[in-house]
């Protein structure tokens, strides 16, 4: 009994302690994959604050604007073009999405439109393997992805790139969200759909400018992920792991998502590298589900999150 | 339906509340069943039956057992794999461990050991709902496969990590393993859904099944009214699981014959709940109708291209039945949200006027 709580309590914090720059690189290690995490969460965050739907296509999303890059790149297209006409892909999938898909289900419940983007996800899927071919592609935009040794530590520039463009997006957003007339009605949208309405806000064109917004948030997170490991299918799989950094930072709120994000990509690396080993590893799969978990029953709405929760 | 209920009177409060008040209706539904027991075993070719028919009822199964929780009970659910996965290997423990117990009760145990984890991991259900509650019980869909395959006793020591359905017979018929004719686990499969829908049509139109809709309708006006939301949440994740674990049990046994971890992740979990949602929520019949579309709507898909002549290359075909598919999703909850259930509801209450709508 005592060798288990010191294996859980003691052994872990004296191997932190015993060499502090592997600890810095393993919690470096953490804060890129989080902050990956955080980019797909963003997404979710963006169409649930002014729509109230859940967009499981998200991850999904994120591969198509991946793929869509990598087919462009691979035609001989300079990289700035390349990335002009994803953007512009994706602004014309959301004009897609909000004529076929989400203008029919107005007024319909969550889960009925959390289904139609299952539908959503699937037929991404499929149109993005059948346009662009299925195997696994290099994503090179001109990232450099070299190691250099800073203070005794080994950083990635590819991990430190991902840090600044997710700085400034999140800033852009802010002030987007913020400081903008479109912004306001946005906000607006989200508190509550029909006020809005009544005073002049147009809800198609809001949904459009919120799926447009988060399709090139995808392609933030599809290049980001697809310089470090290929674009492929796996990609759309991050947004389960979206799920509990939206927990954590709260369904409503973009630092929220940022936040979360981070605390789920450290928590998990650290506690897969010191804590792991215990129950032999490859806890990583569910560390921040079961987090997550915890993470409800104490603060239900996140840690940023609007208390918009009924509790039972 | 084309018939009606003219002159059927009912004179006692039994017979207005039975589960099929119509004759013919009773008829209809006893003809069916009769008809599913003899005519594929005796028609069907092996492919449709072990391809085809048997996973079909074995989520049916599953999805009936979803549809109780989430259809009824308002709890959204996706560790349905979970859940199977410990019903498939709850029944693997029990089988190898105990060769002399009838396969069918180790079936049942394995029901009940699923819903005794169903409970454990329905305990947020008291505090959250909606998608946080997915997220919740995505946690037992993740740390369940984990646990299945980190802990070699759960697999008997194979090296290979998977489980394999032994011989066993039911009245000295052999219905798993290797040597058992799809018939047999046919007619087993069959059995069990058959059973399984009859308790769940009885069991929603009962105090319990009340009680559920209660809850999903409005809890706070449920608890006001004396539903005690504790005892109701968790009787629906505990009921839920049992049927799921049922259904993992059969999955294996069956259908499949031996089965790794990966078998149950987290796309059986979403393939269970599209069914349910296809089918429509809180419906019985909607989680056959729901299986039937999941199950047979791609087979249609991969088989189409040759029946108009077409050959189309592997990939690109594959593809093609992804977008149908989710496009069809999406037509069928813009047609019709509430599933395929309402969908016939609406086409016998259109039958029942015919040929004189007005």
């Known amino acids: 009994m005592s060798e288990i709580l010191y294996g859980v309590l003691v052994a872990p914090f004296r191997d932190m302690a015993g060499s502090p720059a592997f600890l ?69 999938l959301a004009f897609a999405i909000e004529r076929a898909v989400l203008r029919p289900l107005v007024n319909q419940e969550h889960i009925i439109l959390f289904m139609a983007t299952i539908g959503l996800n699937f037929f991404l899927e499929g149109f993005g393997e059948m346009v662009w071919g299925a195997n696994v592609k290099k994503l090179d935009v001109g ?113 929220g998502a940022i936040a979360g994000g981070l605390i789920v990509g450290v928590g998990e690396k650290l506690g897969e590298v010191y804590w792991g080993p215990l129950v032999g590893g490859a806890i990583e799969n569910w560390f921040a589900y079961v987090v997550a978990l915890a993470f409800l029953l104490v603060r239900p709405q996140g840690l940023f999150g609007e208390k918009i929760i009924e509790r039972v | ?79 349905t794999g979970g859940f199977m996965a410990v019903g498939a290997y709850a029944a693997f423990k029990l089988a190898t461990a105990f ?43 993740f740390f369940l496969i984990w646990l299945f395959n980190k802990v070699p006793w ?19 018929v052999m219905v798993s393993g290797p040597t058992a004719t799809p018939q047999a686990r046919y007619v087993t499969a069959l059995a069990l859904v058959a059973v399984g829908a009859l308790v769940a049509k009885n069991l929603v139109r009962g105090r319990v099944g009340r009680s559920w809709m209660a809850i999903r309708d409005r809890d706070i006006a449920a608890e006001i009214i004396g539903v005690r939301p504790l005892r109701t949440k968790l009787l629906a994740f505990g009921i839920s699981s049992f049927y799921c674990g049922v259904a993992g049990a059969e999955l294996v046994f069956l259908y499949l014959g031996s089965a790794e971890t990966l078998a149950f992740d987290i796309s059986l ?24 579309f999941i199950v047979l709507v791609p087979i249609l898909l991969t088989n189409a291209p040759h029946l108009a002549g077409l050959a189309l290359p592997v990939a690109l075909q594959k593809q093609m039945e992804l977008m149908v598919f989710g496009g069809l999703i999406i037509f069928f909850l813009i047609v019709e949200p509430n599933g395929l259930a309402r969908l016939w509801q609406i086409a016998k209450e259109k039958l029942r006027l015919w040929p004189f709508p007005h």
């Open chain 1, 24 to 92: 810095a690189e393993v919690v470096l290690g953490g804060v890129f994959a989080g902050l990956l995490y955080s980019l797909v969460a963003l997404g979710f965050v963006l169409i649930f604050k002014a729509s109230g739907v859940f967009n499981f296509a998200q991850g999904v999303m994120v591969l198509f604007a991946a793929l869509t890059l990598v087919g462009l790149l691979e035609r001989g297209l300079p990289v700035v073009v390349a990335l002009v006409l994803t953007a512009l892909v994706m602004v014309a």
């Open chain 1, 143 to 255: 990232i450099p992805d070299r190691t250099f040794v800073m203070a005794g530590i080994q950083v990635n520039q590819l991990e430190l790139f991902a840090a600044v463009t997710a700085a400034v997006l999140v800033a852009v957003l802010a002030v987007f969200f913020h400081g903008t007339r479109i912004g306001r009605a946005l906000r607006a949208v989200a508190d509550d759909h029909e006020a809005a309405l009544s005073i002049g806000i147009p809800l198609k064109t809001i949904w459009v400018i919120v799926w447009s917004v988060a399709g090139i948030v995808a392609m933030v997170a599809g290049i980001m992920w697809g310089a470090k490991s290929g674009v492929q299918f796996s990609l759309s799989l991050i947004a389960l792991k979206a799920l509990p950094v939206l927990i954590l930072g709260g369904f409503t709120s973009v630092p």
């Open chain 2, 1 to 79: 339906m084309i018939y009606r209920e003219a002159g059927q009177f009912k004179t006692t409060y039994a017979s207005d509340q039975a589960v099929f008040p119509i004759v013919q209706d009773r008829v209809v539904v006893a003809l069916a069943v009769v008809a599913a027991f003899v005519v594929p075993p005796l028609v069907a070719d092996e492919y449709w039956l072990q391809a085809v028919l048997i996973p079909l009822l074995v989520y049916s199964l599953a999805a009936l057992g979803l549809n109780l929780l989430t259809g009824y009970a308002g709890q959204l659910s996706l560790g």
């Open chain 2, 99 to 141: 060769p002399q117990l009838n396969i069918i009760l180790a079936f049942l145990l394995s029901g009940a050991a699923a819903a005794a984890i169903g409970l454990v991991f329905g305990i947020p259900s008291l505090r959250i709902k909606g998608f946080y509650l997915a997220v919740a019980t995505l946690a037992a869909q």
């Open chain 2, 154 to 172: 759960f697999v008997n020591y194979a090296s290979s990590g998977t489980i394999t359905a032994p011989p066993r017979t039911v009245f000295g």
């Open chain 2, 269 to 292: 979990s979403f393939l269970i709940l599209f069914m349910v949602i296809i089918g429509g929520l809180g419906s019985v019949l909607g989680s056959f109708l729901g299986a039937a």
